[in-house]
């Protein structure tokens, strides 16, 4: 069972790139989230959806942009990086509300 | 607007023996939910246990287990007879029961484990 799958594992960017992280999951779950987690902190909600076709903005939304097409993929596309994009981010799925969520293996971002 | 404190960033325990971390938080609502998560070495957050603020009995997962005082508005979380395994960041988190999907995260606190 593979769950929630977040590509890459690691990414070096320079300022002004841009690139999209990907997750996909195979739970069938309507809830999907964008989070990112700096050092030394919680984490922070970027975007989350509620199914196909349908996306929101979270607590720090800002110099990013999400899509969902399917309800199994819900990229993140960072436009422009920026040397405070610099962190971990995590994709997560939720089957209904208050499930649990399940998380995936992150994604390390470092912009230089 | 909600806040979650945990006020010890770091924790040890010895092997076999009980470590209680705390977990507070600062709400006017009165129904929620509040979730400890583990987060090992390999980076995945996963759900160690849940508590709704409804329930007054505490929340029991095999050897975790919260101690829950909602007038206090305290949430913490006991591991007891500590495993190597159990080496984690511990996030504590809120979240409202109405239809708002943001999590409220604490720092977290880094619990060690020694043999």
């Known amino acids: 069972n593979a769950g929630v799958t977040q590509t890459p594992k690691f990414r070096i960017l320079k300022i002004g790139q841009s690139m999209t992280l990907q997750c996909t999951q195979d739970?069938?779950?309507?809830?999907m989230y964008w989070y990112r987690q700096d050092p030394g902190m919680g984490l922070k909600l970027i975007y989350y959806?509620?199914?196909?076709?349908?996306?929101d903005k979270g607590e720090v939304p800002n110099g990013y942009n999400v899509s969902r097409s399917t309800t199994e993929d819900f990229p993140l596309r960072l436009e422009l990086a920026a040397p405070s994009q610099t962190s971990v981010y995590f994709c997560a799925t939720e089957r209904s509300y208050n499930s649990p969520l399940h998380f995936g293996n992150g994604t390390r971002l470092t912009v230089t | 607007a909600q806040t979650v404190t945990q006020s010890q960033p770091e924790m040890s325990v010895q092997e076999a023996e009980t470590v209680t971390l705390s977990c507070t938080y600062d709400?006017?609502?009165?129904?929620?939910?509040l979730f400890w998560y583990k987060q090992p070495p390999s980076r995945q957050m996963i759900l160690v246990i849940r508590q709704e603020a409804y329930k007054q009995q505490n929340a029991t997962e095999n050897r975790f287990s919260v101690n829950f005082q909602k007038a206090a508005k305290s949430f913490s979380l006991k591991i007891s007879d500590s495993q190597l395994g159990d080496a984690a960041m511990y996030f504590c988190?809120?979240?409202?029961?109405?239809?708002?999907?943001?999590?409220?995260w604490g720092l977290g606190t880094s619990l060690a484990v020694n043999p």
């Open positions: 959806s509620v199914g196909a076709g349908i996306t």
């Open positions: 709400t006017s609502e009165s129904d929620y939910y």
């Open positions: 739970m069938n779950h309507n809830y």
């Open positions: 988190a809120y979240r409202s029961a109405g239809n708002n999907r943001k999590l409220i």
